[in-house]
């Protein structure tokens, strides 16, 4: 007799997803069945029909044809067909033939494809199971977001970025010297904020120069995949907005800047994050604010969180720097003079955070921190400190609590983090080397005729056109604007002694020459760079690259790596002064400085080139002049005046703001120049003292706290050093059909098998896949390995894939034990907890999804604490699919009694991990919002909306947990068997 009758409920075993199918027709030989959902008519064989009749039974939910939902309380059979008897949600008594049921009723709840025979694989299940643990356990790790990036572990760069990410909607000026990392402290900021849902979309602006560098950055270190937006690309758009075509959007400042339409879709578009890097070309005065400030300013007006790198904060002037922290914080930061006057007071603050030190025992001392804590709490800690009979534990304690207080409440340093070479350490030495030529006669001419004729200098000006004081400081510049002076005939780089010196020095392989090493030659102008590379072209044969603003981006990056590359590299590379800005050359370890700059903070944007993470040598800075000459003069001025080679210190705004006048004046006398050098080193020395003692000294403690520094750094270390990790990327991988090899030296290869599962990150099926390793120096060490972590996309993407899908949230398995009687029943349930909270909270970082296990036998007693989930995994066995199927139809009542016990078991549990999620939130959110209040008081950079933010985020919090629920994940059904049977 056939099974099937028409009208009858049927599900596809192997395509679940087709929904509920209704028997149309049948005979002896085969059955058709109508997918109504997914509109699919379908006959099979009925003697092997992969399909399984859907049967409920009391408890199950299910929803009607007409969108009424009804609890089964029992079933009817008439003719093959079933009726269902039950309540609705109102309470009213229903019944429900089973051809009313929704077609569109899934069963992609554990429950349900369990009852309805859809059994996976017991090593799926088990990996669901472990997924949901370590996903628990990621979730809150302290390290979540900065493990994954593949960086070295640097303590300054890793306190900034843990800092600013913990904030809510951050807006900060990372403003770390030259090369000590403010991309990466940018990148990982947002791929923290990223990771843990706090924000979704990002607009990173960059000189057109970067776009490229910070492309390839973003996904090499960070594995961020970024879309670069330009006007071609936008114009593919039509009239759609480009800017809403991706999540994480990168686009040059150049571009946007100057193209008013595409501000405006930028500004309707909804991002989370705004990035500026170079911010310091974002110019501003009290009389006028340029294109490129007012573009920011309106951005940053709409989008929270802004991140505004420089490494050279006041290169515009202390008042556009002003105006740059006031875009972090415009209600903070409105009035110029009163920001000036309370930098007065950050000596005293420095002076009363380096007297702590001094205690107990120094009166003085004691009296300098007293004059700067006016509220209780610092009063009592200094009184423990000041105390001799205190013992040692509670002066350290008092010391560093009150350390923190004095940190937090005064300074910019809440939205400014300026780490300084000198303080972070371990930098290579700066080597100047002085290179006096004999002045070409045509440049001589010109200078002796200045020196002379004072009314010289205004002609001179008219003719070449060019400002003052380039025409003194840039011979060539001015040699080539005279070309019709008939005796200008030859190129400038024939007459230039520079380049003779430079060929000299290239082929040289003593101690003082170029030959076996790299070298960048810088010129301020874009013609100066390009002669120079004629010169060496045409009078040494050397091939070296250009890099100005005026090439394309493809045209730069081809000339820096063709710089970068060690072996058949070039072995110089000649570029412009802002066209190799941020770019990163410290592979090289020779700067050739052709002319120089009139900014010092050009000046040291220079340097940084070399001198940046990653530099192994000593920097020798070559910089040839002209003996006599204007060029010669501002070489004295930088050396002698502000010792601008040896490091920076971050006074060179101040110094060209007090003497850069005078100096232009001075570059044709030497007697003034003597004097303005004097004078400048005289400023130099007041100002550093001032600084140090003052801000910078304050800035620099705030920049980077050791001790918080050293704890995110020891957290990241536990999870690079988790042995879970390894275990369960090989079952994952094994799983998912990716096929990994032993490479040696902790290397291997993933590769795709013709059976992967589609969509994973990095691997499509016919390509050759990715070779990765766990550890972190290996993967820093070759730029053609990926690291994997727990951050990595293949991780994330395999974790997401089994914790949103079904994938083994059911499982049947046999038990062969000899102290366990066979033809029993055991129902292994895992439950996992539920928080409707949008992810922008991260809830998860308090309360993520939380397993809970129950584990019961045929007669309902709990086992969960006798037999744990490894112990009982280990000894398991599959069983064949059909086999499970027709195990599950027969005990189907039983099996439905242990859900409902299970859950009840499992409900039991709720209340104290709720209880345990708020307790973490209270304690990391309650004092961080008594903090943020107490420091409200005394420090005004802390926003008033951050607070506001912070509380309602923590009532958020705290109701979306008081609503969580359990909700069965997935059933594993186990059957014990014969211990002697196969
Ligand atoms: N933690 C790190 N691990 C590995 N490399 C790093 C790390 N920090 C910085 N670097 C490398 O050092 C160089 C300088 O870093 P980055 O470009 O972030 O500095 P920056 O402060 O933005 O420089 P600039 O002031 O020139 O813009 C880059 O090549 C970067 O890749």
């Given at each position: 007799m056939s099974d099937f009758s028409p009208g009858q409920r049927w599900i596809s075993d192997?395509?679940?997803?087709?929904?509920l199918g209704t028997v149309l027709s049948n005979d002896f030989r085969s059955v058709t069945i109508l997918f109504s959902a997914s509109q699919e008519t379908r006959t099979y064989n009925t003697r092997q029909a992969p399909l399984t009749r859907v049967m409920f039974g009391s408890g199950d939910r299910v929803l009607s044809a007409d969108g009424w939902k009804m609890i089964v309380d029992e079933s009817r059979e008439s003719q093959g067909l079933i009726t269902y008897v039950g309540e609705d949600e109102h309470g009213n008594p229903r019944e429900l033939p089973e051809a009313k049921l929704a077609d569109t009723m899934q069963f992609d709840q554990a429950r349900d494809r369990l009852l309805t025979g859809q059994v996976d694989r017991n090593d799926w299940f088990d990996l669901r199971f472990r997924t949901l643990h370590h996903f628990q356990r990621i979730e809150r790790h302290p390290a979540l977001g900065l493990?994954?990036?593949?960086?070295?572990?640097i303590p300054h760069q890793l306190y900034i970025a843990d800092e600013v990410s913990r904030r809510h909607a951050p807006r900060v000026l990372l403003a770390d010297e030259v090369g000590l990392g403010k991309t990466i402290e940018a990148g990982l900021i947002l791929h923290r904020l990223l990771l843990n849902g706090r924000i979704e979309r990002a607009l990173i602006l960059v000189p057109d120069s970067l776009t490229h560098q910070w492309l390839v950055e973003l996904l090499r270190r960070f594995s961020l995949d970024v879309r670069l937006l330009n006007e071609t690309q936008s114009q593919a758009h039509g009239l759609a907005n480009p800017f809403e075509t991706a999540q994480l959007v990168l686009a040059s400042q150049d571009w946007l800047f100057a193209n008013p339409h595409r501000q405006e879709q930028a500004e309707a578009s909804q991002f989370d994050l705004l990035i500026v890097d170079e911010a310091h070309h974002l110019a501003w005065s009290e009389e006028e604010s340029g294109a490129s400030y007012q573009c920011v300013e309106r951005l940053s007006s709409k989008i929270p969180g802004l991140l505004l790198l420089t490494a050279t904060p006041e290169q515009m002037g202390l008042a556009s720097h002003f105006a740059r922290l006031r875009l972090l914080d415009p209600e903070r930061y409105h009035d110029f003079a009163r920001f000036k006057e309370e930098e007065q007071h950050y000596g005293e603050v420095a002076g009363a955070i380096d007297a702590l030190e001094r205690l107990p025992g120094d009166a003085d001392a004691r009296e300098a921190i007293n004059a700067v804590v006016d509220d209780r709490d610092s009063q009592a800690l200094l009184a423990t400190l000041a105390n001799p009979e205190a013992d040692a534990a509670q002066h350290e304690s008092a010391r560093g609590q009150l350390r923190e207080a004095l940190l937090d409440r005064h300074g910019t340093g809440r939205v400014m983090f300026r780490n300084s070479r000198r303080h972070v350490g371990g930098f290579p030495e700066r080597r100047l080397h002085r290179v006096s030529l004999e002045m070409p006669p045509a440049y001589r001419r010109v200078v002796r005729r200045l020196e002379r004729d004072e009314d010289y200098l205004d002609e001179l000006l008219i003719e070449s056109e060019m400002d003052y004081p380039d025409v003194l400081i840039y011979p060539d510049a001015m040699y080539r604007a005279l070309?019709?002076?008939?005796?200008?005939?030859?190129?400038w780089w024939h007459i230039d002694r520079r380049i003779n010196w430079l060929l000299e020095r290239l082929s040289d392989d003593g101690e003082e020459g170029f030959a076996n090493d790299k070298v960048l030659i810088i010129a301020h102008h874009r013609d100066t760079a390009l002669g120079l590379a004629e010169g060496l072209r045409v009078l040494g044969g050397i091939h070296a690259p250009v890099f100005h603003e005026g090439l394309s981006l493809i045209e730069r990056d081809r000339a820096a790596a063709a710089f970068a590359?060690?072996?058949?590299?070039?072995?110089v590379l000649v570029c412009s002064e802002i066209g190799s800005?941020?770019?990163?050359?410290?592979?090289?370890?020779h700067l050739v400085m052709f002319d120089l700059p009139q900014h010092p903070d050009q000046l040291e944007q220079r340097i940084g080139r070399l001198d940046r993470?990653?530099?192994k040598h000593a920097i020798e800075l070559h910089v040839p002049t002209f003996a006599g000459s204007p060029g010669e003069r501002l070489l004295r001025w930088y050396h002698e005046g502000m010792d601008a080679f040896s490091a920076p210190h971050g006074v060179g705004s101040d110094l060209f703001e007090a003497f850069g006048d005078a100096l232009a004046d001075a570059l044709l006398d030497d007697d003034s120049l003597n004097e303005i050098i004097a004078e400048t080193r005289t400023l130099f020395s007041a100002r550093l003292a001032e600084q140090d003692a003052g801000r910078n000294r304050l800035l620099e403690l705030n920049a980077c706290r050791p001790v918080k520094a050293e704890a995110v750094i020891e957290a990241i270390s536990e999870l690079d050093h988790d042995t879970a990790l390894p275990r369960y990327i090989e079952r994952a991988l094994d799983i998912f059909g990716v096929d990994s090899q032993e490479l040696g030296a902790g290397i291997m290869h993933l590769q795709p098998s013709p059976q992967m599962l589609d969509g994973l990150p990095g691997l499509v099926k016919g390509e050759e896949g990715f070779s990765a390793t766990f550890d972190r120096a290996r993967a820093l060490s070759r730029d053609d390995i990926q690291r994997l972590s727990w951050e990595h996309p293949l991780t994330r993407e395999m974790m997401g894939r089994i914790l949103d899908g079904t994938m083994g949230n059911t499982a049947l398995a046999l038990l062969r034990h000899p102290a366990i009687s066979s033809g029993r029943l055991m129902a292994e349930l895992v439950f996992r907890t539920h928080c409707p909270a949008p992810r922008s909270l991260h809830l998860n970082r308090f309360l993520p999804p939380t397993a809970v296990r129950v584990l019961l036998d045929e007669s309902g007693a709990n086992l969960t604490g006798k037999i744990s989930f490894t112990g009982l995994s280990q000894n398991l066995q599959k069983v064949n699919k059909s086999l499970a199927r027709d195990l599950i139809k027969s005990r189907h009542d039983q099996l439905r009694e242990l859900l409902t016990q299970g859950e009840s078991e499992a409900e039991c549990e709720l209340p104290s991990i709720i209880e345990a999620g708020e307790k973490r939130m209270r304690e990391q959110l309650d004092g961080e919002l008594a903090r943020l209040q107490a420091l409200a008081e005394h420090n005004p950079a802390v926003r008033d909306v951050e607070i506001d933010a912070l509380s309602r985020e923590r009532q958020a919090l705290s109701d979306a947990m008081e609503v969580t629920r359990l909700r069965l994940d997935s059933v594993r059904v186990i059957i014990t068997a014969d211990p002697k049977g196969r």
């Open positions: 192997g395509e679940a997803e087709l929904g493990s994954g990036p593949r960086i070295d572990l070309s019709n002076d008939p005796l200008n005939v030859e190129p590359d060690e072996e058949d590299g070039s072995q800005e941020g770019r990163n050359f410290q592979f090289c370890r993470i990653g530099q």
